[in-house]
């Protein structure tokens, strides 16, 4: 099973922290397979990336600027094309209101 994992990842807390424990510990269940999607680079990418974990910054998205919102969801859609997934999980209302309509 494939599980993309979506995060803002400006700021790093509990749900960053969640994220990078699941990318350490990948290869306790060989049959899922996770990848990880975040908004804004920092430590969440440094910590991933140190993980060895399959990771996608798609770029800063701000609510406030709709066309970083078009962008990221554009970029979005772009992963989604050239990667299949069995589920998506959105990390934060956030992050559902950013990308559940892509």
Same mark, same amino acid.
């Given at each position: 099973m494939r599980i993309l994992h979506i995060a803002n990842g400006a700021i790093y807390g509990g749900v960053e922290k969640a994220l990078v424990s699941m990318a350490k510990h990948q290869t306790s269940c060989r049959s899922l397979e996770q990848h990880f999607m975040y908004c804004s680079p920092g430590r969440l990418q440094t910590d991933l990336r140190a993980t060895g974990a399959l990771a996608?910054?798609?770029? =800063? *998205? %701000?609510? =406030? %600027?709709?066309?970083? *919102?078009a962008k990221g969801r554009r970029r979005f859609r772009a992963l989604l094309e050239d990667n299949h997934y069995d589920a998506i999980i959105c990390h934060s209302p956030r992050a559902m209101v950013l990308f559940g309509s892509a």
């Open positions: 996608f910054c798609i770029g =800063s *998205v %701000r609510l =406030s %600027r709709p066309q970083t *919102v």
